[in-house]
């Protein structure tokens, strides 16, 4: 996801917070300090609660990937955004029992916090010898701004924090895909059917259908009720759901579409082979502008150095271009992940997303064959839409 930055790695797995966050940090900080704006330590609190539920969003992704680890998917990366969190997964599940359980932790994960606030908060009540249920003091305080001690700000907060979890989990379990709810859905489909590719396409029409049922509530909220806000807040989940779903079956489509077809299918030999003494103003001048190359074989004497791509040129300023040779900024080939002529294209674009490069050589006994990237993954794809084509072919009759 764009516009995102690094805030570390919890578990290993890096998280990463998009700037559109801020916008729900400020919205919830605001609802909570609104009934006592002279207050500061209603904004303290309102501050604190904030950082918390983003932390209760971030315990939900983490929950996901850690379960998905233990099951053998790999996780790339936590986005937290405007409207939660995502997980980024460097492959799907193999197995249904797996993906039932990666879907369930997260709202599970939420429950139990969303459990734990409760009761930090029943007894902050008890103590203080307050009545009311944890609902009935969370929108009197809200609506009303009835917090007029530390300890009532302290226990709107966790009621707060309590219920939206709550609602988190909830709001997770509706079933349509990609939401967790649907991905349950997918994993019971998908055990009993024994069919992944079906069960995807059910799933991920009934998640187009929700977010459909989103939209057209949204609408009806502004034209029956006139609720701008809500409404058009509503769509705009709607209209966030129905791209999310129609995105993750596309991406599956993909992956679907490369089972079967090995490496040497998907590589390809248009590149340029320069030696390391040659500059980079030569490589630019003599075959990235005039033939349109973007990657290039190092050699030297048949002896086979490294690569070097555009994004490697683009490392260095244009000033020193003229005297920087290739082997400074090339990447060596012990740094370089390879794969056989045989190997499954699918582990190929796997490997490249995990290793977060845009190509990988094709070697045979030493020698180089050529090179898998990105670009022609992706345009095999795209042409492959275009002609309707279900099965490919492989050499010998074979598919």
Same mark, same amino acid.
């Given at each position: 996801?764009?516009?995102?930055?690094?805030?570390?790695?919890?578990?290993?797995?890096?998280?990463?917070? !998009?700037?559109?966050?801020?916008?729900?940090?400020?919205?919830?900080?605001?609802?909570?300090?609104?009934?006592?704006?002279?207050?500061?330590?209603?904004?303290?609190?309102?501050?604190?609660? &904030?950082?918390?539920?983003?932390?209760?969003?971030?315990?939900?992704?983490?929950?996901?990937?850690?379960?998905?680890?233990?099951?053998?998917?790999?996780?790339?990366?936590?986005?937290?955004?405007?409207?939660?969190?995502?997980?980024?997964?460097?492959?799907?599940?193999?197995?249904?029992?797996? +993906?039932?359980?990666?879907?369930?932790?997260?709202?599970?994960?939420?429950?139990?916090?969303?459990?734990?606030?409760?009761?930090?908060?029943?007894?902050?009540?008890?103590?203080?010898?307050?009545?009311?249920?944890?609902?009935?003091?969370?929108?009197?305080?809200?609506?009303?701004?009835?917090?007029?001690?530390?300890?009532?700000?302290?226990?709107?907060?966790?009621?707060?924090?309590?219920?939206?979890?709550?609602?988190?989990?909830?709001?997770?379990?509706?079933?349509?895909?990609?939401?967790?709810?649907?991905? /349950?859905?997918?994993?019971?489909?998908?055990?009993?059917?024994?069919?992944?590719?079906?069960?995807?396409?059910?799933? %991920?029409?009934?998640?187009?259908?929700?977010?459909?049922?989103?939209?057209?509530?949204?609408?009806?909220?502004?034209?029956?009720?006139?609720?701008?806000?809500?409404?058009?807040?509503?769509?705009?989940?709607?209209?966030?759901?129905?791209?999310?779903? &129609?995105?993750?079956?596309?991406?599956?489509?993909?992956?679907?579409?490369? !089972?079967?077809?090995?490496?040497?299918?998907?590589? %390809?030999?248009?590149?340029?082979?320069?030696?390391?003494?040659?500059?980079?103003?030569?490589?630019?001048?003599? !075959?990235?502008?005039?033939?349109?190359?973007?990657?290039?074989?190092?050699?030297?004497?048949?002896?086979?150095?490294?690569?070097?791509?555009?994004?490697?040129?683009?490392?260095?300023?244009?000033?020193?271009? +003229?005297?920087?040779?290739?082997?400074?900024?090339?990447?060596?080939?012990?740094?370089?992940?390879?794969?056989?002529?045989?190997?499954?294209?699918?582990? /190929?674009? +796997? !490997?490249?997303?995990?290793?977060?490069?845009?190509?990988?050589?094709?070697? &045979?006994?030493?020698?180089?064959?050529?090179?898998?990237?990105?670009?022609?993954?992706?345009?095999?794809?795209?042409?492959?839409?275009?002609?309707?084509?279900?099965?490919?072919?492989?050499?010998?009759?074979?598919?």
């Amino acid at each position: 996801m764009g516009g995102a930055f690094n805030l570390g790695k919890v578990f290993g797995i890096q998280v990463r917070l !998009h700037y559109s966050w801020f916008v729900i940090f400020m919205l919830v900080t605001v609802t909570l300090v609104s009934p006592s704006w002279s207050q500061p330590l209603s904004w303290v609190i309102g501050i604190i609660t &904030s950082l918390l539920f983003f932390g209760s969003v971030l315990a939900h992704e983490l929950a996901h990937s850690l379960v998905g680890r233990v099951n053998g998917v790999t996780i790339k990366s936590i986005t937290l955004f405007i409207f939660g969190g995502m997980a980024q997964m460097g492959k799907e599940a193999t197995k249904a029992s797996a +993906e039932l359980k990666m879907a369930a932790a997260g709202p599970a994960c939420s429950l139990v916090i969303g459990g734990i606030f409760g009761l930090i908060w029943f007894f902050i009540q008890s103590a203080t010898g307050s009545t009311g249920s944890l609902s009935g003091l969370l929108w009197q305080s809200i609506i009303f701004g009835l917090a007029e001690t530390p300890l009532a700000e302290m226990a709107r907060g966790l009621a707060w924090l309590a219920f939206t979890n709550g609602m988190l989990a909830v709001f997770n379990l509706i079933p349509g895909f990609p939401l967790d709810g649907g991905r /349950v859905f997918r994993a019971a489909m998908w055990y009993f059917s024994r069919n992944y590719k079906r069960s995807t396409q059910v799933a %991920t029409r009934l998640g187009q259908g929700v977010a459909y049922t989103f939209i057209l509530g949204g609408i009806l909220l502004v034209l029956l009720r006139g609720d701008w806000l809500d409404g058009l807040w509503i769509v705009f989940i709607g209209w966030f759901l129905n791209n999310a779903a &129609s995105m993750s079956y596309r991406q599956i489509q993909w992956r679907e579409a490369l !089972h079967g077809l090995t490496a040497s299918q998907m590589m %390809t030999s248009d590149y340029a082979v320069v030696p390391p003494s040659v500059t980079v103003s030569q490589v630019v001048h003599e !075959h990235a502008l005039p033939k349109g190359h973007n990657l290039f074989l190092v050699t030297e004497e048949d002896r086979f150095k490294g690569i070097l791509t555009l994004q490697n040129i683009k490392s260095i300023p244009q000033a020193k271009w +003229e005297t920087t040779q290739v082997e400074k900024i090339m990447t060596p080939a012990d740094r370089l992940k390879v794969a056989s002529p045989e190997q499954d294209a699918l582990s /190929v674009a +796997e !490997h490249m997303d995990e290793s977060k490069t845009n190509q990988m050589l094709v070697v &045979s006994e030493g020698r180089v064959k050529g090179v898998v990237s990105r670009d022609n993954l992706l345009r095999f794809l795209r042409t492959r839409t275009e002609l309707g084509i279900e099965k490919i072919s492989r050499p010998g009759g074979k598919k």
